[in-house]
T-cell receptor, first 115, second 118 residues
Framework: GAGVSQTPSNKVTEKGKYVELRCDPISGHTALYWYRQSLGQGPEFLIYFQGTGAADDSGLPNDRFFAVRPEGSVSTLKIQRTERGDSAVYLCASSPLPGNTGELFFGEGSRLTVL | AQTVTQSQPEMSVQEAETVTLSCTYD???????LFWYKQPPSRQMILVIR??????QNATENRFSVNFQKAAKSFSLKISDSQLGDAAMYFCAYRPPFTTSGTYKYIFGTGTRLKVLA
């Protein structure tokens, strides 16, 4: 596709449920990022993939959060046993590497609401 | 640890006037990237302007320009001839050099909401 695509756009779930959020990056972009944005806050880093591997997962808040990118393209962010505090917009971004511009290309995000 | 601070939660500007959004950051690195991103209500972040730390010349993109003060670790955004479409959240972001950090992790500030008054 022309841009970064994220699905679902909105997800409402109940506390304790499992959710998956999908990100389809721009074709050819090897770097993929997940960020979490709480209301009124800036994006908070979660994880960064270079190809299929997680190059930096230091932002994942706990072991309920996990992300994969098995073929180096589409990525899925998985959240187990959701809590109300997980409610946020989850942003995905991709970037060509080695890129000399440094620009991140963002999707529109997935808004997660945990009731 | 690197940090990015935006001390203005909200700013207002009259249409056609000029406004400056502030950003400071903290790093021990000498070479890095700085960015301003715009986030409209649609949520999609869009790059406004980019500055490479090793370049002394301030970046300019049409009505948008920056004042990059490396020693002061300051990176402000100036919007000239403000338009209604400029209304959005603006985020300042920092990216460290890959060679020393081993990652391209971007660090964002908390944002400034810009209102443009007709």
């Amino acid at each position: 596709g022309a841009g970064v695509s994220q699905t679902p756009s909105n997800k409402v779930t109940e506390k304790g449920k499992y959710v998956e959020l999908r990100c389809d990056p721009i074709s050819g972009h090897t770097a993929l990022y997940w960020y979490r944005q709480s209301l009124g806050q800036g994006p908070e880093f979660l994880i960064y993939f270079q190809g299929t591997g997680a190059a930096d997962d230091s932002g994942l808040p706990n072991d309920r959060f996990f992300a994969v990118r098995p073929e180096g393209s589409v990525s899925t962010l998985k959240i187990q046993r959701t809590e109300r505090g997980d409610s946020a917009v989850y942003l995905c971004a991709s970037s060509p590497l080695p890129g000399n511009t440094g620009e991140l290309f963002f999707g529109e995000g997935s808004r997660l609401t945990v009731l | 640890a690197q940090t990015v601070t935006q001390s203005q939660p909200e700013m207002s500007v009259q249409e056609a006037e000029t406004v400056t959004l502030s950003c400071t950051y903290d790093t021990s690195e000498s070479d890095y990237y700085l960015f301003w991103y715009k986030q409209p209500p649609s949520r999609q972040m869009i790059l406004v302007i980019r500055q490479e730390a090793y370049k002394q010349q301030n970046a300019t993109e049409n009505r948008f320009s920056v004042n990059f003060q490396k020693a002061a670790k300051s990176f402000s955004l100036k919007i000239s001839d403000s338009q209604l479409g400029d209304a959005a959240m603006y985020f300042c972001a920092y990216r460290p050099p890959f060679t020393t950090s081993g990652t391209y992790k971007y660090i964002f500030g908390t944002g400034t909401r810009l209102k443009v008054l007709a």
